[in-house]
């Protein structure tokens, strides 16, 4: 639910403190999106019209290109889910044991498939799983409605995807989407190439070794493919666009590389002082307005490629750092032209993030767990809210699989649901019930609507406003016509808070989260082990791959410590694997441009 791309990539100026012009565009187009969504499904007397207002909110990011992924992914997802429903129904149409046991396996190997996998693979299987639960959920009591639930699931689906997409291209403000992605490899290069420049320059290279463009450069992978889906013609050139994340990585490790052995020598101190000179002309290049205009970007090139000497031969890591800023400017040539330089075939291949299977077995053992052991509630209690109970628990043991810390995500949850509901309630009890009339419902839910749409642009708080909005549209239950049950109501958001609050139990007892310093401990073992693989890369496309997942597991570390000794271990980790690989991988080719 939350971009790869950093905020404020994606947003104006702050008008206020605490928003911004691009928050309250988002907030206003996806409230209105998902209201017009919400009246159509109830004009077309579908029988539950909230599921179309719920794509809505969840396919809609911030990102245009991200909301293509989004929906692609989203009707792979709901798709399979249903035909996985329809399936186990029509095998256990009178058996809950063996219905539930099969469903709990089901989800359980979504839950390990997302682990593994990221992006919108992963969120396809979360998708998959979670509308297997909602299709399904009663279907020991009426077997004969799991296929109306499917069809009434998928169109309400399809509904709020056409609404997103439409509320998505109207709010764009400029199709020239390679000049974008351009422009934003262009800035974060520049500040990369400023940052390589002090580290290198004698006397300003003091202050403690980290890697602090990590984060940004991981996160352009996501930007670049959603680039690609918003225009396929990139695809053309994806094979050099790809590779961009991998080369910065690879200068970023150059320059510290170089930055720690400029201490040791004067030999080396002489080479930092070319390279920080080599690094300067190309950040002031791309700094320039002829930054990004096409025939200098050539010029820029040709003359780069000349710029290596008989001298240099001896000093690898400047023909790795000039390597990777060819690279650079290659890759920013391909997306202005969307045609592929006139180069031999690309040197850097994509990130390869690190994949945790123990993780992932985790999660596993969590869903299937925690699906068995709520059917033994429901069974046992015979509650009238178990099926709602049971979905909240799917959704909850599905969707927080990726996160670091499930736990802190279900109490925001709990939260966001707690507030949601609440709200609801009220305003169904005190206002809606006065008249059924689609013009007050639409009044009343708006400004609420605007409010959870808003809190998802908050970062961190983007889950709590979307559950804000699901317990909002649970307890309201919009429905031609309205229907007012006040019990029945209370119980439903009971039922839902004590599933978050039994999900969190599952995540405490199974895999319990790890904070502080046992978990950066942790993450520094798991860097030392990968480390000794370094020496095993008899590649440069190997040692390429190694590089980055280590990266991987460096950006984590940063992300739960600020402590400047805990990242410079990190990044000597990093750096003493990187030049054992240097060692025994062969050295790097040059790019051979014309």
Known sequence: MASAVKATELHDKPRLVFTSAGDMNFAL??????????LTAMW????????AIWTVFIVSPPVRGNALRKTAARLVGTFIGCVVALVAAALFPQDRVGFYALLAVWLGACAYWATLRRGYVSYAASLAAFTSAIISANVSGAPLNVWQ????????????????????????R??????????RIRVLAADLLDWAVKQLKPGQSYQPMDAPFTTRILGLDETWTNAVAERPALSRVK?????????LLSLQSAVLSMRDAASHGESATASA???????????????????????NLRQHITSLARLPNDSWDQTPILKEIVAALLYLLAGLESILTLNPPDTASPLYPQPTLVAHTRHATSNLIRTIVGMAVGFLIWEVTAWPHGPVFMVN?????????????????????????????AVGLAAKYLLLISASDPLILVLVLFPLLFIGAWIETKGKLAPMGLFFVIGLL??????????YNFVNDVNTLIAIEFAYAFASLVFLVIGAPIKGEERIAELLVRMRQRRRIARACSTRQQMLHWETRMYDELQRLQAVTHDPRCREYGVNLLLSGWRAGQTFAPAAAELALT
């Open 29 to 38: 187009r996806t409230t209105l999106a998902g209201t017009a969504a919400l």
């Open 44 to 51: 077309l007397q579908l029988d539950v019209p909230r599921w």
């Open 149 to 172: 639930n499917a069809m009434d699931r998928s169109s309400a689906t399809v509904l709020g995807i056409l609404f997103a997409l439409f509320a998505s291209n109207i709010a764009a």
């Open 174 to 183: 400029n199709d020239d989407v390679p000049g974008e992605l351009a422009e």
């Open 239 to 247: 094979a050099w666009i790809r590779g961009l994340p991998t080369a």
């Open 273 to 295: 002082v070319s390279a920080a000179d080599v690094l300067q002309g190309v950040a002031e290049f791309l700094r320039s307005s002829a930054g990004l205009d096409r025939l």
């Open 393 to 421: 628990i799917a959704v909850a043991v599905v969707i927080f699989v990726s996160i670091e810390d499930p736990v802190v995500a279900t109490g925001a949850t709990i939260i966001g649901t707690t507030l949601g509901g």
């Open 474 to 483: 649970v307890l309201i239950e919009p429905t031609n016509p309205q229907e």
